[in-house]
């Protein structure tokens, strides 16, 4: 598996990866709110800009989006933000994964979190921070399984239910 930034050429797997979410009622975490758009080539525009500082809102973190593409199929997606707000630091941390639902408890959640774990850290982060929902249990392993540590739960504001924050050392 490899991660990659996605283009053009993506085009077909990334909206098809769109629609087996939104006909299950899921969100594609890790997808740079991918469910909200219905047009891939705004989608892509703000993919490519949310990564220059200089072109947010204030309230907008700098993040990078990959493709987990293994044997040229799209298997997940990943994205890592730069920095945490003070929302972020209790509910998202900062990295979002999905993995596409065909594709789930075969390994392939882990491999990607640990593949984002050296591009974290060609970010210059150290450390990152990746939330689940306590009822995620599957998440909350595969967290795990690539080193993260259990700081605390806790029951955001504006969530419905508890979440699990873990920080793992790259």
């Known amino acids: 598996m490899n991660l990659v930034k996605p283009t053009i050429q993506h085009y ?26 219905t047009d891939y080539h705004k ?9 220059i500082e200089e072109l947010l809102p204030p309230h907008k973190v700098p993040v990078t989006q990959f493709l987990s593409i293994e044997n040229g199929e799209l298997i997940g997606l990943i994205n890592i933000r730069h920095v945490l707000t003070p929302e972020l630091l209790m509910n998202g941390g900062h990295i979002g994964y999905s993995i596409h639902p065909n594709r789930r408890r075969k390994g392939y959640a882990a491999e990607q979190l640990r593949l984002s774990l050296l591009e974290a850290q060609k970010l210059g982060l150290e450390q990152i921070l990746v939330t689940c ?25 504006k969530s419905k239910e508890s979440v699990l924050r873990y920080w793992i050392k790259i």
């Open 12 to 37: 077909e797997q990334i909206m098809a990866y769109r629609e087996v979410f939104l006909e299950r009622g899921e969100t594609p975490y890790g997808g740079s709110s991918l469910q909200k758009f």
């Open 43 to 51: 989608w892509l525009d703000n993919v490519i800009s949310q990564e």
């Open 133 to 157: 929902d306590k009822s995620n249990i599957a998440s909350a392993k595969t967290i795990e399984k690539v080193g993260g540590i259990l700081e605390n739960e806790i029951k955001p504001l």
